[in-house]
Nanobody
Framework: VQLVESGGMLVYTGGSLRLSCVAS????????MAWVRQAPGKGLEWVAT?????NFARSDKGRFTISRDNAKNTVYLQIDSLKPEDTAVYYC?????????RGQGTQVTVSS
């Protein structure tokens, strides 16, 4: 299993970002995928899950959008209306929750 996240950067409050995760080493199209995050000094927090059938769930329905492109073995996380409390390392996870294999993460920093 290999998961490579990208797209994190420094942004200002109210901005938007799209994170990407390219997966390899397993049958991506038949796998549930999730995004989780870890803020400084805190534990892993579930952000969103997209299932192999295309259904999805997210912790913030107004600001988080998860999607996938099975042809590119890629899962995306769109975050809108960014807040300073969104500052965290964002990880892509194989599986529907926080416990599966994950990548190295991508840093999102939101400045006010």
């Amino acid at each position: 299993v290999q998961l490579v996240e990208s797209g994190g950067m420094l942004v200002y409050t109210g901005g938007s970002l799209r994170l990407s995760c390219v997966a390899s080493g397993f049958p991506f199209s038949s796998s549930d995928m999730a995004w989780v995050r870890q803020a400084p000094g805190k534990g892993l927090e579930w952000v969103a899950t997209i299932y192999s059938d295309g259904n999805f769930a997210r912790s913030d329905k107004g600001r988080f959008t998860i999607s996938r492109d099975n042809a590119k073995n890629t899962v995306y996380l769109q975050i809108d209306s960014l807040k300073p409390e969104d500052t965290a390392v964002y990880y892509c996870v194989k599986g529907p929750g926080t416990w599966g294999p994950r990548g190295q993460g991508t840093q999102v920093t939101v400045s006010s």
